[in-house]
């Protein structure tokens, strides 16, 4: 995980770092079923595609197994997908940029 602080065009301090889920964390059971039987495990109850796609997939956007990068400043904290390449590297203007294209996270309370 590297990590930047970078200060925003607002004068605000911001964490970003990179977000890489390991392989054995990945899910490995199907959500479909309650008790979290293994693919193999289960007959597929799928008979085709049967999503509607207009135009094409947006490559921009990329599923949690790819990674994020995530963005923090006083409570909020926004995710990127994927992780641009450059992040390293780039200057903070552009850090701010990928900041703001980020999506706003939820915290979630655990009780």
């Known amino acids: 995980m590297a990590l930047r602080n970078f200060i925003d065009s ?5 964490q970003a770092f990179d977000v890489v889920p390991r392989a054995d964390e ?5 959500r479909r079923t309650s008790d979290g039987a293994l693919f193999e495990d289960i007959d597929d109850r799928r008979d ?3 999503r509607l796609t207009v135009g094409r997939a947006s490559q921009r ?4 197994e790819a990674g994020w990068l995530c963005f923090e400043h006083d409570g909020d904290r926004r995710r ?9 590297t780039v200057d ?3 850090l701010e940029e990928y900041c703001r294209a980020a999506r706003p ?3 979630v309370i655990v009780r």
């Open 48 to 50: 085709g595609d049967r």
């Open 26 to 30: 990945r899910r490995q059971y199907d």
């Open 61 to 64: 956007l990329g599923g949690p």
């Open 92 to 94: 903070e203007t552009r």
């Open 10 to 14: 607002t004068g605000n301090e911001w």
């Open 105 to 107: 996270v939820k915290r």
């Open 80 to 88: 990127l997908a994927p992780i641009p390449d450059d992040w390293r």
